[in-house]
């Protein structure tokens, strides 16, 4: 087993990339984009290709995963698929156990927005809080759908426990939308 001070000090899309190997499954660079996507992206971030390709290349460089190529189907051409090694289980593993705990760092724009509402005209400001509740309620509802496409595959037990948090998440994020605008009425109707 890799102890704490042996595992690298590999950047956070490093452990993610790693982490998408670890569920055992040898996974091309475009699939590590899709399932970052699906749930990686509903509450952390997605990387983007050009990110894991790099990635790729680290964790295969530092022994962490393999990679080889697969013979093309009618009309595509090879592509490369990697798998975590053992070394790359262990490390990721120790990561998970032991890496300090990063605080979720909050950047929200509509709030900023808010906060310099005496600069905007409340119709504008009612917008911006309008359309964070419909972007809230469309990634709610993406979320529901990936807990529902996750299946009962066992692997995924706890990528489908996020899942349902960010469902949660976005879920108080429109309603948090709904109570502002009910503010910001309330606030007209003072002045």
């Not at 499954?25 to 990686?40: A, F, M, T």
């Not at 050009?50 to 595509?76: C, M």
Request: hydrophobic share 40%; glycine share 6%; aromatic share 10%.
């Amino acid at each position: 087993m890799v102890d704490r001070e042996s595992v690298p000090g590999l950047p956070a899309t490093s452990w993610a990339v790693l982490g998408l190997l670890s569920h055992g499954r040898e996974l091309s660079g475009y699939d590590v984009k899709k399932w970052s996507d699906r749930s990686l992206g509903l509450f952390y971030w997605s990387p983007s290709f050009s990110q894991i390709y790099s990635e790729l290349k680290r964790l295969e460089n530092s022994g962490y995963a393999t990679s080889r190529l697969v013979a093309p189907e009618a009309g595509t051409r090879d592509k490369r698929v990697y798998r975590i090694t053992d070394e790359g289980l262990d490390a990721v593993r120790t990561w998970a156990r032991t890496a300090p705990l990063d605080p979720p760092v909050l950047k929200h724009g509509p709030m900023l927005r808010l906060w310099l509402g005496h600069l905007l005209e409340p119709e504008r400001m009612r917008e911006i809080l309008a359309a964070h509740r419909e972007y809230a309620e469309r990634m709610r509802q993406r979320a529901e759908a990936d807990v529902a496409d996750a299946g009962a595959d066992e692997a995924w037990a706890y990528p489908r426990l996020t899942l349902a948090w960010a469902e949660r998440y976005y879920t108080a994020e429109r309603d948090l939308a709904d109570a502002m605008l009910a503010d910001i009425e309330e606030l007209e109707g003072e002045r």
